[in-house]
């Protein structure tokens, strides 16, 4: 499913540090600045960006490789890229600021704030309270359909929550769920008059002298900004950002290494900065303790070298063990664009990674790099060993798609003709479908957002590409009536019924 083209090699050459840094530390940067350069060759990332924080002082923020492939854009140190859902950290400051200022409860009851908002079960509704909203523990399972299959309002993604059933009960394990940090926004809306766009600008990026980050993608206004990359059919392309902006509050943020510095500076110091202070510090130590246990299956396949003796999450951050410290991190991911953020802060060490290509998980090997060299000591080569762990991952994940592609019975033909499956299917939480007859294959719209071409797979199965490659393929599986009529679709796990021919 994927392709590659040439890459350029080319980055910025300029270190920034706050003071001249003592030789040993010096050494250390030379040491860790060609690690990084050799790591994002043998991952194939197009351009990144890293800084490290040690001991109050940004010891290293440079980026590497180009903004765009096939062109000669370097990423320099104010190079804009999507912070995704390392923005989580910073709703919860923004949620920890009115707490202390007397203004919200993190055991508040949500509808005391918002009173419109119900979920399925009506005594989750009435018993979710402000801390539950970061920490992936409600029952509901994950919804990015809602905002990744149809273009609708904040507003009505949070109002299509009621619809959607538990998945688990309610406080009992962890699935990670974008939009309660949506809701989130909007009770910090609702306290403090302002939009979560416009508070966490005024809260956390003018204090922090953050000048060149913004809290959505429709509000960019700097041309220097990264593309994003995904491998497809085996070949690196350029793809359209996906904007989060819809559910804001858990991942809409774009900054630069430069800027992204100096937030990593301030949650590494308990919410310090040059000018004071965002959170106090027992509200810091509240968003980086241990509230929810995190399953195995829903932690990072990271785990199975760093081997944890422990996997939690707090209000934004998930947390670990590794060498007998506690690590805070998260990363970030949207459509062929990375980050993460990781800090011990026993260590007074944190690591900001930024990429703008899908999925390259070289972010997880440089963390963990930075914390050896800068800190707790060791000479493993995380970035080859993960590559390895990963590229082992994306083959077993190849086989098993072979195995099921081979079970298709050939021979078959569809029960009707192909302008029979035609017509309008709607599904009250996915929303509309328009199936159209072409030639010999069936043209699919979900939601007038997404197109996809399907073909006859077998029986009354059809399956297809999605006109934007990095999409991926769509399976659609036909049903009918007891008159042999088409009655229903099942599509990604949704039933929906024909309304119209």
């Not at 009770?187 to 939009?195: A, L, N, R």
Request: charged fraction near 20%; aromatic fraction near 12%.
């Amino acid at each position: 499913m994927k392709r590659v083209l040439p890459i350029l090699f080319c980055f910025c050459l300029s270190f920034a540090f706050a003071q001249s840094p003592p030789k040993a530390v010096a050494k250390q940067v030379k040491e860790f600045d060609a690690y990084v350069e050799n790591a994002r060759k043998q991952w194939g990332a197009v351009g990144m960006a890293i800084a490290v924080v040690k001991d109050g002082e940004v010891i290293l923020k440079k980026g590497y490789g180009v903004r765009e492939l096939n062109t000669n854009n370097p990423i320099d140190n104010n190079t804009l890229f999507a912070c995704a859902s390392t923005t989580k950290a910073m709703t919860a400051t923004c949620m920890g600021m009115l707490v202390d200022e007397g203004k919200v409860s993190w055991d508040d009851r949500v509808i005391q704030y918002l009173p419109e908002f119900q979920l399925y079960d009506p005594y989750v509704t009435r018993e979710l309270t402000i801390r539950d909203l970061f920490l992936h523990n409600s029952g509901v399972g994950n919804t990015d359909f809602l905002w990744g299959f149809m273009h609708i309002s904040s507003e009505e993604v949070l109002d299509k929550m009621r619809m959607v059933p538990p998945s688990y009960s309610f406080r009992s394990s962890f699935i990670y769920q974008n939009i309660f940090y949506l809701a989130a926004g909007q009770v910090i809306e609702k306290i403090s008059g302002q939009p979560w766009e416009t508070f966490i600008q005024q809260r956390i990026f003018t204090p922090l002298e953050m000048t060149n980050t913004f809290p959505t993608l429709k509000s960019i206004t700097n041309t220097n900004k990264t593309k994003p990359h995904l491998k497809t059919d085996g070949e690196m392309m350029v793809i359209e950002d996906m904007s989060a902006d819809e559910i804001g509050p858990a991942g809409s943020v774009w900054s630069s290494i430069d800027d992204i510095s100096k937030w990593t500076l301030c949650m590494l110091d308990s919410g310090k900065y040059k000018g004071g202070r965002l959170v106090k510090p027992g509200t810091w130590k509240e968003m980086i303790a241990v509230h929810t246990l995190v399953p195995a299956s829903e932690f990072y396949p990271t785990a199975r070298l760093t081997k944890p003796n422990f996997t939690t999450y707090g209000l934004g951050w998930f947390q670990h063990d590794y060498k007998g410290r506690k690590v805070n991190f998260h990363t970030g991911s949207l459509p062929g664009s990375i980050a993460i953020h990781g800090q011990i802060p026993e260590e007074r060490i944190a690591v900001y990674v930024f990429g703008n290509t899908d999925h390259v998980e070289v972010r997880h090997a440089l963390m963990y790099k930075a914390f050896d060299l800068f800190a707790l000591g060791g000479t493993r080569d995380w970035s080859t060993d993960f590559l390895k762990l990963y590229t082992d991952m994306t083959a077993a994940n190849e086989k098993a798609q072979k195995e099921l592609d081979a079970k298709r019975v050939t021979g078959t033909t569809p029960s009707l003709p192909l302008p029979a499956y035609a017509g309008i299917y709607r599904d009250e939480l996915l929303g509309e479908i328009e199936i159209t007859a072409m030639g010999n294959q069936l043209e699919i719209v979900i939601n007038k957002i997404l197109k996809a071409n399907l073909k006859h797979w077998h029986y009354d199965t059809f399956k297809g590409p999605f006109e934007n490659k990095w999409d991926g393929d769509l399976t659609v599986l036909f049903q009918l009536d007891e008159s042999g009529k088409v009655a229903t679709i099942n599509l990604a796990g949704f039933s929906l019924q024909k309304t119209s021919n």
